[in-house]
């Protein structure tokens, strides 16, 4: 049986530069942005939060809000951020409170203007019981395993 053997470079390839004329990214202010889109893609949505090796699944609902229960409330411009951010809070709260769900607002500027700059707020629990029609509202809950 006869062997050979091709030699490979080891080098890495040369990262392209990018044009140190191009502006960086600046996102338009909260205020700014009338609506966003907070529909549900389908009714699971999944999130995998950095630092864990499980992925996390959420049922979703259109135009459904859970008053109460807020454990903080922030900023987001995508269902999956808030989402993302539920899952990532979980991570890094080994606490007796962990995040159960979100519900997110679509009318941005307004939130932003009337609550402090949030339109995403991480739920220390969700009952369906305690559902509640809201049109600007979507509201996604972890589904138990």
């Known amino acids: 049986m006869r062997v050979t053997a091709t030699a490979c470079s080891t080098s890495a390839p040369t990262p392209t530069s990018t044009s ?4 960086p ?26 630092g864990s090796s499980t992925t996390d699944k959420y049922n979703c ?3 459904t809000d859970f008053g109460n229960n807020d454990i903080m409330w ?12 539920c899952s990532s809070y979980n991570v890094g709260n080994k606490t007796d409170t962990p995040c159960r769900g979100v519900a997110l607002a679509e009318d941005l500027s307004h939130q932003y203007n009337v609550n402090g700059g949030a339109n995403c ?4 629990g969700v009952e369906k019981d305690g559902f509640a ?4 509202v979507t509201l ?5 395993e």
Not at 74 to 85: N, P, V
Not at 133 to 136: C, E, L, N, Q
């Open 20 to 23: 140190s004329t191009e502006p």
């Open 61 to 63: 609902q259109d135009d």
């Open 121 to 124: 707020w991480l739920k220390l």
């Open 74 to 85: 922030f900023t987001a411009y995508t269902l999956q951020a808030c989402i993302d951010a």
């Open 25 to 50: 990214y600046v996102p338009k202010s909260p205020s700014e942005i009338l609506r966003i889109d907070n529909t549900c893609p389908s009714s699971i949505i999944s999130s995998s939060a950095s």
């Open 133 to 136: 029609k809201s049109p600007t």
């Open 140 to 144: 996604a809950w972890l589904v138990e």
